[in-house]
């Protein structure tokens, strides 16, 4: 079967670095996908990576090994706002996104 | 800003209603996404569409069908609901293209009574 794996909760303080990681084992590999969704919004689109190794979008960044069948989306200069829910979706042979349940990140003063 | 609408934040239904779930995007998209979101699960695909009077079923279609008649347009319909489809509805759509972005509606909180 199709899985992928993230950590249902996390907590950080503002102003850290926090590491989301994910995990997955689906049929074939078309790239994988980060959204954040704030509580009660829709998911917003923040990285795409089909290429191993690191991208960096301002204080995101997102790391991928095929091999290993990981990723992980690291947020630097944590603030407030960045509270909220973080979902990873790898696209399979078939083209279909496979999403998984979502990392809750929790950020404390 | 690419812009999707959904028609209501919150419904309420009885059991045996037929029920609409309206979406309209203003940017021309091709491609339109109905899923459902239930905690401690992933976006489930329900329906989607890749153009107009396109549809391709999801992953969970059973008990819901869709109508695509205008490209901005893409409506989920259940037929007779159910308990067990109290749930969060997001719509999405994006420029045709797997590699592309989606972009999401605010949802739709439906509860079956």
């Known amino acids: 079967g199709q899985n992928i794996d993230q950590p249902t909760e996390m907590t950080a303080t503002e102003g850290a670095i926090v590491q989301i990681n994910c995990t997955y084992q689906t049929s074939g590999f078309n790239g994988l996908f980060w959204y954040q969704q704030h509580a009660g919004e829709a998911p917003t689109f923040l990285s795409y990576n089909v290429l191993d190794g690191l991208e960096e979008k301002g204080r995101f960044s997102s790391f991928l090994s095929r091999s290993k069948g990981y990723s992980y989306l690291l947020l630097k200069e944590l603030q407030m706002k960045d509270s909220a829910s973080y979902l990873c979706a790898v696209m399979d042979s078939n083209y279909q996104l496979i999403w998984g349940a979502g990392t809750k990140l929790i950020i404390k003063p | 800003d690419v812009k999707v609408t959904q028609s209501s934040r919150y419904l309420v239904k009885r059991t045996g209603e037929k029920v609409f779930l309206e979406c309209v995007q203003d940017m021309d998209h091709e491609n339109m996404f109905w899923y459902r979101q239930d905690p401690g699960l992933g976006l489930r695909l329900i329906y989607f569409s890749y153009d107009v009077k396109m549809k391709e079923k999801g992953d969970i279609p059973e008990g819901y069908s869709v109508s695509r008649e205008k490209k901005e347009r893409f409506s989920l319909i259940l037929e007779s609901a159910s308990t067990n489809q109290t749930s969060m509805y997001l719509c999405?759509?994006?420029?045709?293209?797997?590699?592309?972005?989606?972009?999401f509606g605010p949802g739709t909180r439906l509860t079956v009574l």
């Open positions: 999405a759509s994006r420029v045709a293209g797997e590699y592309n972005e989606q972009f």
